[in-house]
């Protein structure tokens, strides 16, 4: 009987081995659609990064046209502003006599030290300063075109509070009053005044000329006029462009998963998905702006995310590890584990069992980089931000409970195995900042976090994490 | 049998036109090979329809994956293997993986002869076949036509090679009650 039982296979074998059968149409117009589906699925998949490049280099394209929309239209009403100013100035040279106009091919600064109180010297104003200090005065100034200056009285004048700016300065006089204006995207704007009681109808005092033959200086400063050798200095109270905020966020965590191509495991995608529930999740930071000007800023800081995610009974079966040891294998949406229940310690491959009330959690820290759209008013600010996150694993954890008969033992895996060390996410939000005291503002900003590459790999599925978050907190004013 | 040179030339120049996704070369393809390969699928499967749906599948599979053939040995081969890799891929979807016990209610007569075995069909005998339980069924077919060992077996399907060599057995004891059973009703009508 031996014999018939191992000839039986031969026999099948040599009867089946060269069996062929023609299977009906419909299973190639399947193959057909399929073969179609695959290559939409492929294409999408192709485009789905581009997309989200494309999403970023969008976002970062409008922050710099707005950017640049913001600046010109600065620009635009700064030179009308100058313009005005200059006609009051034209006027006033126009009523000037003759005499008492003086042209200077290349200006010099007068230092005022060198001055001699009450000396009436016809000097240039303005200049550039090189800034290796805080008193300009020190240095010699010059202009590479001509300056013009008029008047009867001494003019005397300190430049202080220099600083790197870009663009062009301004400065202008009306009568006794004379203004100094910087750009204004770039803070401070000054305004000095001539103390001159002395000073006559008929003195002007320009200096829009040489300042703009300052353009490739990138400088700005203080300007103070003083018939009087005694000069008082402006001083200038920059506010800071620094915001810290504090904030917490309660989550609504979600995922997107993909089937990875990893053979011989019973789990898939759509499985997965079905028996996973996402739990608490949140997100906590601190995050510093930086205001570039009245509408932008650019913020970063560190956040903490948490995310707990449930997985239903499950039936897990042993196989070999990477190591060649047999073990239970759990797959889950961020990877997968191996377990060894104390009272199975050497299952075999195929072996079953059943693990319930199952909690895997995640803990990331992310260093966020993003831009900040705000506008202000009254109390109430404004703010949309967009940006990307890099995100740290600080832990992966896995806690579960296996059963088998009347066996029962709680498991507890500290490394999720597939977990990348490091994924990127972009961040979305709009939000409103209400004012509480000159230091203190209530923020509440949604925010919508959404993975730009996978937290995983080599698992069964491909994890992409999505959450909604509502961020309050609250932002000092340094 | 070694294939002449421009046959090997021509399934180099089908291979490379369904890498580009000639729809018409894949169709060429899928004509060739469909035969051969739904036979196999037959035999891992309870009837046409599953076979089918392994077989539409294997060929997707077969298609995605034409770019990773490294023209080393037959292609037949590398074919055969992914649809075998389908139908094991869907047995484990369709079936938890408990291995199943047959209870032996008599001891099953042995076959006759060889020669006895020739009188049946080949349908006849590819029914018996997927008559067989699918674990047990996919035990026999791995283990007789593709010549996998027990402990390859236990691997691919997620059991012990105890439970596969056990399979095995019982199947066989099947076949043989199948077989003899045949037989009887063949003499009877002859």
């Keep these: ?478 | 049998m070694v294939k002449p040179f421009y046959y090997l030339e021509q399934e180099t120049q089908l291979i490379q036109a369904c890498i580009n996704r000639d729809r018409q070369s894949q169709n060429q393809l899928y004509a060739v090979l469909a035969p051969k390969m739904f036979a196999v699928c037959l035999r891992y499967c309870k009837n046409h329809e599953e076979a089918e749906e392994v077989l539409q599948e294997g060929f997707v599979q077969v298609f995605k994956s034409l770019k990773n053939y490294k023209y080393q040995g037959s292609f037949e081969g590398w074919v055969r293997k992914i649809m075998v890799y389908s139908a094991i891929q869907y047995y484990r979807s369709k079936t938890k993986l408990h291995p199943v016990i047959y209870m032996r209610t008599s001891m099953e007569e042995p076959a006759e002869k060889e020669e006895t075995l020739s009188q049946l069909g080949k349908k006849e005998l590819l029914k018996m076949i997927q008559a067989l339980p699918p674990a047990y069924r996919m035990v026999f077919n791995l283990y007789v036509f593709e010549g996998m060992k027990h402990r390859e077996i236990a691997e691919h399907l997620g059991i012990s090679e105890g439970t596969s060599k056990s399979n095995f057995f019982d199947a066989k004891l099947i076949l043989q009650k199948a077989v003899a059973n045949s037989l009887k009703i063949a003499k009877i009508n002859y």
Excluded: C
Excluded at chain 1, 3 to 31: Q, T, Y
Excluded at chain 1, 331 to 336: A, D, E, L, V
Excluded at chain 1, 432 to 442: E, G, P, Q
């Design chain 1, 1 to 478: 009987m031996d014999k018939n039982l191992h000839d039986i296979e031969d026999l099948f074998k040599s009867a089946l081995d060269d069996h062929e059968e023609m299977p009906s149409a419909k299973v190639w117009e399947a193959v057909d659609n399929r073969l179609d589906k695959e290559s939409i699925i492929k294409i999408e998949k192709k485009y789905k990064s581009a997309k989200r490049l494309l999403f970023l280099l969008l976002l970062l394209l409008s922050a710099l046209s707005l950017y640049e929309l913001n600046n010109y239209y600065n620009k635009s009403n700064l030179a009308e502003k100058n313009y005005n100013q200059g006609k009051e100035t034209t006027n006033d040279l126009t009523n000037t006599s003759p005499q008492n106009k003086i042209e200077n091919p290349v200006s010099t600064f007068e230092k005022p030290d060198a001055l001699p109180s009450g000396k009436r010297t016809e000097t240039a104003t303005g200049g550039f300063y090189s800034p290796s200090g805080a008193d300009a005065t020190k240095d010699i100034f010059s202009f590479n075109k001509p300056a013009t200056l008029t008047g009867k009285s001494i003019t005397k004048i300190k430049i202080s509070n220099v600083e790197a700016v870009s663009d062009e300065q301004v400065v202008t006089t009306n009568k006794d009053e004379k203004t100094f204006i910087q750009h204004p995207a770039l803070q401070p704007i000054f305004a000095t005044t001539f103390e001159k009681p002395g000073l006559q109808k008929s003195d002007s005092f320009d200096l829009k000329k040489k300042t703009t033959a300052l353009e490739l200086e990138k400088m700005h400063f203080a300007v103070e006029v003083n018939n009087n050798p005694k000069t008082t200095t402006v001083k200038n109270n920059k506010p800071s462009r620094f915001l810290i905020t504090g904030f917490f966020s309660p989550d609504i965590a979600t995922y997107s998963l993909e089937n990875n191509e990893v053979t011989n495991q019973p789990d898939n995608a759509t499985k997965i998905k079905k028996s996973e529930q996402h739990e608490f999740s949140s997100t906590l930071g601190v995050l510093v702006d930086y205001k570039l000007n009245k509408h932008w800023a650019l913020q970063s800081g560190v956040t903490f995310s948490n995310t707990n995610i449930a997985i239903n009974l499950k039936t897990i079966y042993a196989q070999a590890d990477n190591t060649g040891a047999v073990k239970y294998r759990l797959n889950f949406s961020s990877g997968y584990g191996y377990l060894i229940p104390s009272f199975q310690p050497n299952p075999a491959v195929g072996d079953s069992l059943k693990v319930t009330a199952t909690t895997h959690k995640l803990q990331y820290i992310g260093i966020p980089v993003a831009v900040k759209y705000r506008i202000v008013k009254g109390k109430f600010t404004i703010e949309a931000m967009a940006g990307i996150s890099t995100n740290f694993l600080t832990m992966g954890k896995l806690e579960t409970e296996i059963q088998k008969g009347s066996n029962n033992e709680i498991d507890i895996l500290n490394k999720i195995e597939g977990l990348k060390p490091v994924y990127f996410s972009g961040l979305a939000g709009i939000g409103v900042t209400y004012k509480l005291t000159d230091k203190l503002s209530f923020v509440l900003m949604p925010t919508a976090r959404f993975a730009l590459t996978s937290i995983n790999k080599g698992a069964v599925v491909k994890s992409y994490p999505n959450s909604f978050g509502m961020a309050v907190g609250v932002k000092v004013k340094f």
